[in-house]
């Protein structure tokens, strides 16, 4: 089993694609490497891809908007791409808004919402 | 309405780890998707069971999840269209759900998740029963086959079963989690290493603070306890001795002794040593030559030698080294001048050993501490000493010249007391007479007041022990006060109420306490005052005695000072009304000898004094003839003429005495010393003798003794000691009668007739 998901860094963006089925460790350890690449690279935008997640539970949302918080703190703005239909049904019927987490359809919107930034 | 109810299980699986969790709902979605859920249902359905195996993991600390299809049978419906459910259960056994209706509320805030697992999971699936107790929580999650999908029967539903199961369940990711666990573990282990290290290391700084800190007070308590030492001593040996001693001590010197610069030559002089090895400083001279610590020792610095033998340098040590002896090695030297309020060295202290380095940097601050507090108080007793010298030289002085001044008073009293009498003068002399009289009497109270004082204060002053009649006593000093009592036109009251009133003292004294307490309320009354004189009792068996006065009072702020030497309420006092201000210090004095207490009590200026004395009362009552000395004795039927040896080396006393016993009809012989008395006594047989005590040849006791191996001729002794033991003293070598100087020339004449009359009955 992996235990580390990949953080890559473009430019001023660190790009992740979560492909797998995370258990909570792994988020967080996902959570505290992005937090310390962002510091360390100094990265003004992070892309999320979780176009490969076909469920996002209540504790991979809490994961997913503390990134977003932290990130803000360390100036910088996250975008979570590729949610899949199902699953943002799923997240609206559990009751989980995401509040303060960018999201777009896809890499390229994601992009593009953090180029503007 | 009946119905069957067949459950086929699917799968069971454990939740001990975190991958368990995911595990489980990989399951939940691949099973979903088998028996015919769309995709956003099988969403649904991972993300319920996601949300409850992981409550059931964090918070119940794992449990296990099983499988099952469940098929209803109710006769109504076709086979393909009976109710068919996903059947998940999540057991635990932990503590229960605490707070189930808040959490179904959705007022409980969770901890790990977004507050929303079991609500959550109640939106997702279409039934969710829960069961929870102490013993565990069972949870049941429920989906129903959507309508459009086929209905399994047992056997597909076996199908599925092995389709999925037979994935023989990985270890890996057990393995993976124990590594992880492992290495988390590992990494926890560190850390504890090093706070634990950390740890060690703050201790060891601590315990060397600690030990700082105890060494700290473990200084200042030894300060503390030498200035104790050195200020409880004003003696100035004795706080060298306590300096020396404890220094020595504290230092861990082989010896140790204090010098000090003194005298015209400003020599060193060696006061005291201590320590084991202190008998070696025996050989040096007791006093060395100004220069011996050298010119700079001045400076007031220490001067600290670890090691004599690797220190060329000449300095005080090796002077001290060199002065102590060939034969002794001084290695270790310390040497701290003591200096004075004005910067001056008044002294020094030296430490020696013959181990090196002996002196610790410790030894050095706190006896460099001492020598502060040392010369302060070698300066305290310095001054102490000159004071007590002072003090000392003082009452010397006041003693030798309250007896110079008394002697030459005792003849002009006898004469003038005579010259008052004697009818054979013009009224106008003798009034003049008694003004004289009655100043030299004064003068003469205030010298007897002063010897007094002085007795006290030298503490040796004796007294007699006798039944004393109170009253007879207070009737005796009213007489003797009345006519000054009369010239204030002061009303004197008696009200001797007390039904006991013999005490046991010396009568003399408290006559003379009494006196003295009348005298100051009458002194200090203004004219027409009103004096009263109470007695008492007071439990247990104390006599009260008062006098009250309506007189100037005395302020409350000097009401506690009244009784000490020389105190007369204000300045004002001493010009105004005369005398020492002496009388009441003596007065207490005599009562505290007595066992008694005398206090005054004023209610401020204008206001009236009464002074109270409370004696204890003797257990048996005096005789009636035990009365006070002074009692007056009318009409003593005086023997005519008397054939009298009178001795005594004062020329003008045995002048004016013979004059007095000669104008009293007697012959008088005189003898100035012992020879002569005793030639006298030799020659002629005289009817009585009268002699002083202190002669410049013998004592008047060796006289009598001599006298009384061929003579009976009754004797009188004159003393200036009048203690009981004297007056045995004189009985014991044969004198009749002791009369204590200054003569009362009446009560000479009183002893003079009880002798010569015993001696005619006789």
């Not at chain 1, 992996?2 to 001023?12: A, K, V, Y």
């Not at chain 1, 963006?13 to 460790?25: A, G, K, P």
């Not at chain 2, 009048?722 to 004198?735: I, P």
Request: proline share 4%; with cysteine.
């Amino acid at each position: 089993m992996q235990d580390r998901i990949p953080i890559l860094h473009m430019g001023s963006c660190l790009l992740v694609t979560i492909q797998v089925d995370m258990h909570d460790r792994l988020a967080l350890q996902l959570q505290d490497d992005l937090t310390e690449r962002i510091s360390s690279t100094g990265a003004k935008g992070v892309l999320i891809d979780i176009s490969s997640l076909e469920m996002v539970d209540s504790f991979i949302g809490r994961v997913l908007g503390n990134i977003s918080s932290m990130a803000r703190v360390l100036d910088a703005k996250t975008v979570v791409v590729g949610m899949q239909p199902a699953v943002a049904i799923t997240l609206v019927e559990l009751g989980l808004s995401l509040v303060g987490v960018s999201t777009a359809l896809n890499v390229e919107k994601g992009m593009k919402l953090l180029a503007n930034a | 309405m009946s119905s069957d109810l067949e459950i086929v299980p699917l799968l069971k699986l454990d939740l001990r780890t975190e991958p368990d969790i995911v595990t489980c709902r990989q399951h939940a979605r691949q099973f979903a998707a088998g028996l015919g859920f769309d995709l956003q249902s099988q969403t649904r359905i991972s993300t319920a069971v996601s949300e409850v195996a992981r409550n059931a993991y964090q918070y119940a600390g794992g449990g296990d999840a099983e499988f099952q299809v469940e098929s209803e049978y109710d006769g109504l419906h076709r086979f393909d269209q009976r109710r068919q459910a996903l059947v998940i259960i999540l057991r635990d056994q932990g503590p229960g759900i605490k707070d189930l209706a808040t959490v179904l509320s959705g007022n409980y805030r969770s901890t790990t998740g977004m507050g929303v697992g079991l609500i959550g999971a109640r939106r997702l699936m279409d039934a969710v029963e829960i069961d929870s107790s102490s013993a565990g929580t069972v949870i049941t999650l429920r989906k129903n086959l959507p309508a459009k999908a086929s209905r399994k029967t047992s056997d597909e539903l076996k199908k599925l079963v092995v389709e999925q199961a037979p994935k023989p369940p990985s270890n890996d990711h057990i393995i993976t989690e124990v590594q992880l666990q492992n290495q988390e573990l590992l990494g926890v282990m560190e850390e504890v290493r090093a706070r634990q290290e950390e740890l060690t290391q703050l201790n060891k700084e601590l315990e060397q603070t600690n030990s700082g800190v105890l060494a700290l007070y473990d200084e200042l308590e030894t300060l503390h306890r030498v200035g104790l030492l050195l200020a409880s001593k004003i003696d100035q040996r004795a706080v060298i001795q306590a300096l020396i001693e404890a220094t020595t001590d504290l230092t861990g010197a082989e010896f140790g002794t204090c010098y000090l610069r003194g005298g015209v030559q400003e020599d060193w002089t060696r006061y005291a040593s201590a320590g084991p090895q202190q008998a070696l400083l025996q050989c040096l001279p007791e006093i060395e030559h100004p220069d011996f610590f050298g010119p700079d020792f001045g400076s007031g610095a220490l001067e600290h030698i670890p090691d004599h033998s690797i220190h060329a340098e000449p300095c005080c040590c090796s002077r001290f080294a060199k002065a102590l002896f060939p034969g002794v090695t001084l290695r270790s030297c310390l040497t701290v001048p003591l200096v004075d309020s004005d910067l001056a060295v008044i002294g020094a202290l030296v430490f020696g050993s013959a181990e090196p380095c002996i002196f610790s940097e410790r030894s050095e601050r706190i006896v460099a501490s001492i020598a502060v507090q040392a010369a302060v108080a070698i300066d305290k007793a310095r001054l102490y000493d000159s004071v007590k010298a002072a003090s000392e030289a003082k009452d010397k002085f006041l003693a030798m010249i309250s007896h110079e001044l008394r002697t030459p008073l005792t003849p002009v009293l006898n004469i003038v007391s005579s010259l008052h009498q004697d009818a054979s003068l013009p009224p106008t002399v003798r009034e003049d007479m008694a003004v004289v009289l009655r100043n030299v009497q004064l003068e003469a109270r205030l010298i007897d007041d002063l010897l007094d004082f002085h007795r006290i204060i030298k503490g040796n002053l004796s007294f007699a022990r006798e039944l004393v009649d109170v009253h007879a006593m207070i009737h005796n000093v009213m007489e003797i006060c009345t006519s000054d009592a009369t010239s204030f036109s002061h009303d004197l009251q008696l009200h001797l109420e007390s039904s006991r009133h013999t005490v046991l003292g010396d009568p003399a004294r408290l006559q003379q306490v009494l006196w003295n307490v009348l005298k100051n309320a009458i002194k200090f009354t203004p004219r027409g005052g009103r004096i009263i004189v109470r007695t008492g009792i007071q439990e247990p068996a104390t006599l009260h005695i008062s006098v009250t006065d309506n007189g100037r009072g005395i302020e409350p702020e000097l009401l506690q000072g009244i009784f000490g030497a020389f105190e007369q309420g204000s300045v004002e006092g001493i010009t105004q009304f005369g005398g020492l201000g002496l009388g009441l210090a003596i007065t207490k004095a005599f009562i505290d000898k007595h066992e008694g207490s005398v206090m005054a009590h004023s209610l401020g200026r204008g206001h009236g004094t009464s002074i109270n004395i409370h004696l204890p009362l003797a257990e048996t009552e005096a005789p009636e003839v035990a009365r006070a000395p002074a009692a007056p004795q009318s009409s003593v039927q005086q023997p005519s003429s008397l054939s009298i040896l009178l001795i005594d080396d004062h020329t003008d006393t045995l002048w004016s005495l013979s004059r007095l016993l000669k104008r009293h009809g007697h012959t008088v012989t005189t003898a100035s010393n012992c020879a002569e008395a005793l030639e006298h006594s030799g020659q002629t047989v005289f009817d009585l003798i009268i002699s002083d005590l202190g002669l410049p040849d013998g004592s008047g006791l060796d006289l009598i003794r001599e006298i009384r191996k061929s003579r009976t001729t009754p004797a009188i002794a004159l003393s200036g000691y009048g203690m009981e033991s004297d007056v045995q003293k004189s009985t014991d070598a044969g004198f009749e009668a002791h009369l204590t100087k200054p003569i009362v020339f009446q009560s000479l004449l009183r002893t003079i007739a009880a002798l010569t009359q015993a001696g005619t009955a006789a």
